[in-house]
């Protein structure tokens, strides 16, 4: 059986949890192979945040590319993957995917999928925003990529933090038509009397 490659970008922004929780949702998924970078920072603040090694987040990837790699198999378009998720992202990572400023590579990963025309998921993480920031928005929207940030949402009565976490990643799971069951979906009133 093919693999569906899917590239996970970790940047250095606050909320490292969700690129956590995407590779151990798509770890036990047979069909899935999952290709990560993360930078530096995110290395710290999954440290600081979530009190995780890095070492053992590196490891529920199925491969693992160091970040100043930019000969690494993720940066070419030759390399067939679904697409990629960056999660979190930091305002310094998405200014680079708007200006192509491939430096690094999560960036260049990144500009790749944007220019082979494969799906680029954004899990923005900054707050509030300024004109600059929407500008770069605006930008990576026209070139295709996809904006999610992690706002969360009441509708599926979250009791944790972890229910928040996982209706964000389930809505980035949505995106690459993978099936999950990490929240309760809505259902109209009108449905719910059907049933």
Not at 30 to 56: F, G, W
Not at 65 to 79: D, E, M, R, V
Not at 126 to 148: F, I, N, Q, S
């Amino acid at each position: 059986m093919q693999k569906r490659k899917i590239i996970i970008g970790i940047s250095g922004a606050s909320g490292t949890i969700y690129g956590i929780r995407l590779l151990e949702t798509l770890k036990p998924c047979d069909d899935i192979e999952t290709h990560l970078v993360m930078s530096d920072y995110a290395k710290e603040i999954m440290q600081y945040e979530n009190n995780r090694d890095p070492q053992e987040v590196l490891n529920l990837a199925d491969k693992f590319y160091p970040i100043a790699n930019l000969g690494a198999a993720i940066s070419s378009g030759s390399f067939l993957t679904e697409g990629m998720i960056i999660a979190p992202c930091s305002i310094k990572s998405l200014s680079g995917i708007a200006n192509s400023y491939n430096d690094n590579l999560l960036v260049r990963a990144a500009d790749v999928c944007l220019k082979e025309r494969r799906k680029l998921i954004i899990v923005l993480r900054e707050t509030p925003l300024h004109l600059g920031h929407l500008e770069l928005m605006t930008r990576v929207t026209r070139y295709g990529a996809t904006l999610l940030p992690p706002i969360p949402s009441f509708y599926h009565n979250p009791k944790t933090i972890d229910d928040l976490i996982n209706q964000t990643v389930g809505k980035v799971l949505d995106n690459f038509g993978i099936s999950h069951n990490l929240f309760k979906r809505w259902q109209s009133e009108e449905a719910k009397d059907e049933n």
